[in-house]
């Protein structure tokens, strides 16, 4: 499946939305879920085809041609329109995805297989805590348009600063505290910091906490050590780490995974295969 560039914007100097539309979505099975997300592959330089390619053909010709996988979430889908919205985290001149987006023409096509999902907000918990950076603000800003009228929802959300930070809304009583990393020596406690120090939420808490992985860790023991979420209603995923681009942090993503679970009686949330539900925090 593939998508043609109708629209770019540019939301914030590191997040660029890019909505795609034409006949290639023809095929496009919207999911229910708040975190779903596409597998896009990003062409090479040297790439000798264009899109649509056929997948299983690429894969024979040599690595430097080959397309490079990125998960992104779904950010909004139209179906009057049939038109998909993705916001990208751009991050200097490094990135297949990245680099991508901020050069991303309207006529430019995007090819990708799924999508794939995971978490709902749980329909009764009595607050919601939604946790993540800039990779993690798509899925956050629609988990915080899923939530009952009238719950307390809490989003922490890092950004380099102030210029980072875009609207939200929630038909909850939202809370937001942007985290600004510029000119800070650990940009991997800043979360976790952020989290430790809010007021105690009431009830059963549904959390999602997702980004960078050694940050989502962090977060993840404090939520658990202060028994602020039950591991239940807990969704955890490292979607990028620092240092690593996503064929390296890949390689080595499971053993990480395995590690964080084995802090814990439970499994963190790995993600899941395109078109497979995977664990979500309570309602399926
Ligand atoms: C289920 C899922 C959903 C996701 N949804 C989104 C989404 O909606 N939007 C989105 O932007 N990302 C999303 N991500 C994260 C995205 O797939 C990774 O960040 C990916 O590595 C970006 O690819 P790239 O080609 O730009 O950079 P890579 O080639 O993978 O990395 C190049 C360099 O940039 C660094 N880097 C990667 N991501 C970031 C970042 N966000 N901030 C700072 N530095 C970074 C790497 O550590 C590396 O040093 C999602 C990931 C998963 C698993």
């Not at 229910?32 to 000798?48: G, H």
């Not at 607050?127 to 988990?143: Q, T, W």
């Not at 990393?181 to 650990?186: F, K, N, P, S, Y």
């Not at 439970?266 to 309602?283: D, F, H, K, L, Y």
């Amino acid at each position: 499946m593939y998508g043609e560039v109708v629209a770019t914007e540019r939301l914030t100097p590191q997040l660029i939305r890019v909505v795609l539309g034409g006949e290639g979505l023809a095929g496009f099975q919207p999911s229910e879920s708040s975190d779903a997300y596409v597998n896009c592959f990003f062409l090479p330089d040297a790439a000798p085809y264009g899109v649509p390619f056929d997948a299983e053909s690429v894969r024979e010709l040599p690595r430097d041609q080959r397309p490079y996988p990125r998960r992104i979430t779904v950010r909004a889908w139209d179906p009057v329109r049939r038109e998909l919205t993705l916001d990208l985290a751009a991050h200097g001149d490094v990135g297949y995805a990245g680099r991508w987006a901020l050069g991303a023409q309207p006529g430019a096509r995007l090819q990708f297989r799924g999508p794939a999902d995971g978490y709902l907000p749980h329909p009764e918990a009595d607050a919601y805590l939604f946790v993540g950076d800039e990779s993690a603000l798509p899925a956050i800003a629609v988990c915080a348009e899923s939530v009952p009228a009238g719950r307390p929802v809490t989003i922490v959300a890092e950004v380099d600063d102030a210029a980072g930070e875009i609207a939200l809304s929630s038909p909850g009583e939202l809370s937001i505290q942007w985290v600004h990393r510029a000119g800070r020596a650990d940009p991997d406690a800043l979360l976790a910091d952020a989290v430790a120090a809010l007021p105690r939420p009431e009830g059963v808490v549904s959390a999602f906490v997702h980004g960078e992985a050694v940050a989502t860790r962090a977060v993840r023991r404090v939520l658990l050590r202060e028994r602020i979420v039950d591991l239940d209603h807990l969704s955890c995923s490292p979607y990028w780490r620092r240092g690593y681009d996503d064929e390296q942090w890949r390689a080595i993503k499971g053993d990480w995974v395995r590690e964080v679970n084995a802090e814990t009686p439970q499994p963190v949330q790995a993600a899941p295969t395109e078109g497979a539900p995977s664990i979500s925090n309570g309602r399926r």
